[in-house]
């Protein structure tokens, strides 16, 4: 359902025309109507992300071009010096809709499911599945889901849980790593403040558990790494569940049913073929 739904969100942002040039005056190179047409394209992608691998099941002679800081690319992509952007769909979504020289291509490279990664064995997995089939069960996880991809920044607070008479705190506490420039899902506020609907979920499964949450903010390669040195208990952030990070950590998730799309110019959108 959640797929359907983003698929839907993807065609609207497609622009009625296709023109020629962008308002920097760029000429548009060729034009994408299908992920065929990115054969041979320059696509960057985050610095140890998996996106580079679900590209390449599809899309054949791909120039992977990796980055850290997602403003920094972005200015590459407006500049013509790569053709796309692979991104977590709600974060194409996001930029695609709050910049109008850019578009997100209607379909996806690949759909995935993200979850939180725990280290093999950890206690962490059970307990936490546990309280996360809770909240989707109760509706809560498709409440979160419209409230922070909703376009109204105002709704977009964590909240103080306080339905637990009983809570304390003493069950511990989760050393949770994630990387906060991923919007909505994992970001900060101007003043700094961690927010996103990854960390409301991983705030309300640490509430449930009867344990606090202390987030560490590091880069995304850092993430598995510092995991399997035991500097966190935790790592989150639109983490894809593959089969070979199911070798090294164990997940709580899925949270959320997404995928892997691609984020252009504007002007070499193309209008996509129907499919059957």
């Known amino acids: 359902m959640y797929r359907l739904v983003y698929v839907l969100i993807l065609a609207a942002l497609l622009p009625l025309n296709c023109t020629k040039s962008g308002s920097s005056g760029v000429p548009a190179k060729r034009v994408f109507t299908s992920l065929a047409d990115f054969g041979g394209a320059r696509i960057a992608s985050?610095?140890?992300?998996v996106f580079p691998q679900f590209i390449d099941r599809v899309i054949p002679n791909v120039e992977h071009v990796p980055y850290v800081s997602l403003s920094d690319v972005v200015g590459?992509?407006?500049?013509?010096?790569i053709d796309a952007v692979s991104l977590d769909m709600p974060i194409a979504l996001y930029l695609a809709a709050r910049n109008s020289s850019l578009a997100a291509f209607p379909f996806v490279v690949a759909e995935d499911d993200y979850g939180f990664a725990v280290a093999k064995g950890s206690p962490l997995q059970i307990a936490g599945?546990?309280?996360l089939r809770s909240l989707r069960e109760s509706g809560l996880i498709g409440e979160l889901e419209k409230q922070w991809f909703a376009s109204d920044e105002g709704v977009k607070v964590l909240p103080k849980l306080t339905h637990r008479p009983d809570f304390d705190g003493s069950g511990g506490n989760i050393r949770y790593g994630w990387q906060n420039t991923l919007i909505p899902m994992a970001y900060a506020t101007p003043e700094g403040v961690p927010i996103g609907f990854d960390l409301d979920i991983a705030h309300?499964?640490?509430?449930e558990m009867n344990m606090t949450l202390t987030v560490t903010t590091m880069p995304f390669d850092r993430l598995f790494p510092a995991?399997?040195?035991?500097?966190?208990?935790?790592?989150?952030g639109s983490i894809s569940i593959t089969l070979e990070r199911l070798e090294t950590a164990d997940f709580i998730g899925p949270y959320f049913e997404g995928g892997t799309a691609?984020?252009?110019?504007?002007?070499r959108m193309g209008v996509p073929a129907v499919r059957n």
């Open 46 to 49: 985050e610095s140890g992300s």
């Open 227 to 236: 995991l399997l040195a035991g500097e966190i208990d935790m790592a989150g």
């Open 76 to 81: 590459d992509l407006l500049a013509g010096r």
């Open 262 to 267: 691609l984020v252009v110019r504007r002007n």
């Open 129 to 131: 599945n546990e309280a």
């Open 204 to 207: 309300r499964i640490a509430y």
